[in-house]
């Protein structure tokens, strides 16, 4: 299992990130769907500054649009996922993530992809947090009620399990949410889950069974 999950954006350290693809030739899909609450002028431009960050580096990239494979269409979904060494997935609305994760049948296939090491993870804030086991008390930093259109309406507050903890982003950080992640920071200690809190520069670094924290 591969992953690099960082608090905020790329972290201090993206090069330990890409280090987790084995390929020559790098193509990441880049996954934008926790901000479709928000218009999407606004992502079309975040995704070209990461397209045109990861082409400084020599990496291809393409916009992985999780809706397009809503209403039964994981197959498909399965082979474009084939296609990618690494997935980066942009952070938003945690709760709006995990539901496009679910009716696209995302969580399924990259929970087998991980485990068999067939490729690497990358995502920050919500993209790292849906990681967790639980999303329980992200609803003080996240509005869990928010439903883009073609979404379904239902809460999921399992996160995907594939970290035993919950992930809590922006932790003592220059950040506007990081006062809420100290709610949900205390939440968790008061519900007895365990978590790692991350500091906006720091990122968990999973590599083959060997895991530690990058800043």
């Known amino acids: 299992m591969r992953m690099y999950l960082s608090s905020y954006s790329w972290g201090n350290k993206p090069e330990k990130m890409f280090e987790l693809v084995v390929s020559n030739k790098k193509h990441v899909g880049i996954i934008a769907n926790a901000a479709d609450q928000f218009p999407e002028d606004g992502i079309i431009e975040r995704l070209k500054q990461d397209q045109t960050y990861l082409a400084a580096l020599g990496i291809t990239?393409?916009?992985l649009d999780l809706r397009d494979y809503f209403g039964g269409k994981k197959e498909e979904l399965q082979k474009k996922l084939e296609q990618f060494d690494l997935v980066?997935?942009?952070?938003?609305?945690?709760?709006?993530?995990?539901?496009?994760?679910k009716q696209s049948g995302f969580n399924e296939i990259i929970t087998?992809?991980?485990?068999?090491d067939e490729i690497a993870y990358g995502g920050f804030s919500a993209g790292a947090c849906v990681m967790g086991s639980t999303l329980h008390g992200l609803e003080l930093v996240d509005n869990a009620h928010v439903v883009p259109r073609g979404y379904i309406s239902d809460i999921i507050w399992d996160g995907l399990n594939i970290l035993p903890y919950a992930f809590a982003p922006h932790y003592n950080s220059d950040h506007p949410e990081s006062s809420m992640i100290n709610e949900a920071?205390?939440?968790f200690e008061k519900h007895h889950i365990p978590y790692k809190a991350l500091r906006d520069g720091e990122a968990i670094l999973i590599n083959r069974g060997q895991e530690s924290v990058v800043s």
């Open 112 to 116: 087998e992809l991980l485990k068999n």
């Open 61 to 63: 990239s393409e916009r």
């Open 185 to 187: 920071v205390e939440y």
């Open 88 to 101: 980066w997935v942009r952070g938003g609305n945690v709760f709006v993530l995990r539901r496009a994760m």
